[in-house]
């Protein structure tokens, strides 16, 4: 018998709801349980992949190619369960579902309507993962009392009445501010939000209350009074000093004890949290600190890169080392010296992007390292610039450039890297126009690769064979091969029909790699990608010797 949790949030956004689904499906995990997450999102896009990371954040990619949320993520990195393309949907995709039944007739004359069309339909998406785990956590986008979450809130709403109280679980993520003119917490948002979620016909079984400091029981009591939930069930949610300490404080809270009590489960079980204490005690005590410069054009906005972050810190955790991160905006380096920016730094690396914007300054990130050993790691986008800077500098190509850059009004130059017209995938092979949509149009999702025996990646790997996912429509220019070869750039990894560049490296350089795809999207910190552990590595050992 499956059993559902659903997780909503109140007063204000970035309360943690993913963060706390993720650490909750830690601890059902340690308990024996199979848990699955999803994500209901509010927004009328159909997936976040043309949403702006200055708005969203990171997209968030999926093994089987689904664009999603940055926080299936953050459910990956804890539970190391495969997040999957129905884990995550949007108003947008189930307004599309619903009229395609009407347009196909499926209705048989119906009126559609909010309720019961589209609130069946998040219904039955909740519903398929059915008899898929013992536990199905399900988190609620946006804030309660937005205009866009009152359809998912009567669906949940509607679930938990038709499957029984023995088999769906509400929890409610709220805030306790604290005013430093009064010198206490305020209790009244966290009565307004259950008020609020209450007028929606949800009375949540557990409070997940956020602070920055103690929660006297006196203030608890005083919310379980004025909720109307029993004290034990309003459960602190402190803030910690790392995301990976959160499984560790919400057991000690009892978060996972009452979750049983709600279900009337007994099994007085001892958890075995000692992968996750051994992490924080790394993240905590590190024996050294590497410098890391991350070059993109996303900088202002941490959750933009929120998975790469996670992976460099993952790569830290297992050399037990601290991972300094030192955001650099890529223009800066079309005005600015580069060596006033990366004087010091032990290891760079260039990340994904779009558009043209700020690629001059990645090229001139990426030859500072190639020209001063220092290790690089470019990722996507990355590794495009390293393949141009090459071209340029190495192999006469003055012009090199990518035909991405082109629709950005630059002059037209011999286009290294390109536009992908077709490629092989699980379906057969794929075809894409430089005027198809740009939604969902890219190559998505994991792809494998052969790699050069004896080369440094299949090294790292300790394998021949990858899979690694993708999210790119441009590709690096095969014909193009023999010179950057020639010129010390190997193409150490391919497409297993040979037509795709997939990792380039160079003999000449103590660490210098560039991935078509995006290895941080599978890093998890009991688990690290191993590019990740090698590049810190390489930088620790490059800091050693400054």
Request: charged fraction near 25%.
């Amino acid at each position: 018998m499956t059993r559902y949790i659903f997780i909503t949030g109140g007063v204000v956004s970035s309360l943690g709801k993913g963060l706390g689904s993720a650490a909750l499906g830690a601890l059902l995990q340690a308990r024996g349980y199979k848990v699955r997450l999803c994500k209901l999102d509010p927004y009328l896009n159909v997936d976040p992949g043309t949403m702006s990371p200055f708005q969203h954040g990171e997209v968030y990619v999926t093994e089987d190619g689904a664009e999603t949320d940055l926080d299936l993520g953050h459910y990956e990195r804890f539970t190391g369960v495969p997040a999957r393309k129905n884990d995550n949907i949007t108003t947008g995709q189930v307004y599309t579902e619903v009229l395609t039944k009407e347009r196909r007739g499926d209705y048989l004359g119906a009126t559609i309507q909010v309720i019961p069309h589209i609130t069946n339909e998040i219904k039955d998406f909740i519903l398929e993962k059915e008899g898929t785990a013992d536990f199905v956590l399900c988190e609620i986008g946006g804030t309660v009392g937005d205009i866009e979450s009152l359809p998912f809130l009567e669906a949940i709403r509607q679930f938990g009445n038709e499957v029984g109280p023995e088999r769906a679980l509400f929890i409610h993520v709220t805030l306790l501010p604290y005013i430093p003119a009064a010198g206490e917490l305020k209790t009244k948002p966290t009565q307004h939000s259950v008020k609020e979620l209450m007028g929606y016909g949800i009375r949540p079984d557990i409070l997940l209350c956020r602070a920055d400091r103690e929660i006297e029981d006196e203030e608890r009591r005083k919310i379980g009074l004025f909720c109307n939930i029993p004290e034990k069930k309003v459960i602190p949610a402190l803030d910690v000093s790392t995301i990976y300490e959160v499984p560790l404080a919400y057991h000690a809270e009892g978060l996972d004890v009452q979750v049983m009590d709600c279900f009337n489960i007994n099994d007085d079980v001892e958890l075995d949290l000692k992968v996750w204490d051994d992490i924080v005690a790394r993240v905590k005590e590190p024996e050294g600190t590497v410098r890391i410069a991350v070059v993109g054009k996303y900088t202002n906005l941490a959750d933009s890169y929120k998975s790469l972050n996670e992976a460099l810190i993952h790569g830290g955790i297992a050399n037990n080392v601290k991972v300094k991160l030192q955001f650099i905006e890529a223009e800066l380096f079309e005005s600015e010296n580069v060596v006033d920016h990366l004087q010091g730094i032990h290891g760079i690396l260039v990340p994904g992007g779009f558009g043209a914007r700020g690629t001059e300054g990645k090229i001139k990130a990426v030859q500072f390292a190639r020209e001063r050993k220092i290790p690089y790691f470019g990722i996507c986008l990355g590794m495009q610039m390293a393949i141009i800077e090459a071209c340029r500098n190495l192999c006469g190509i003055e012009a090199a450039t990518s035909s991405e850059f082109e629709n950005d009004g630059r002059e037209v130059g011999e286009n290294v890297v390109g536009l992908m017209t077709e490629w092989e995938s699980d379906l057969g092979k794929i075809k894409r126009a430089r005027d198809t949509d740009l939604g969902g149009t890219m190559r998505l999702g994991a792809y494998p690769a052969k790699l050069s025996p004896g080369s440094l990646v299949s090294k790292i790997y300790g394998s021949e064979e990858i899979s690694e996912r993708h999210r790119h429509r441009y590709e690096v220019n095969i014909n193009y091969k023999q010179a950057l070869e020639e010129n010390g750039c190997i193409f150490s990894g391919l497409s297993p029909d040979g037509e795709l560049p997939e990792i380039v490296e160079r003999a000449d350089h103590p660490w210098f790699v560039g991935v078509q795809f995006h290895p941080e999207l599978k890093s998890k910190p009991f688990d690290p990608h191993p590019l990740f552990v090698s590049f810190i590595k390489a930088a620790d050992e490059q800091g050693r010797l400054v």
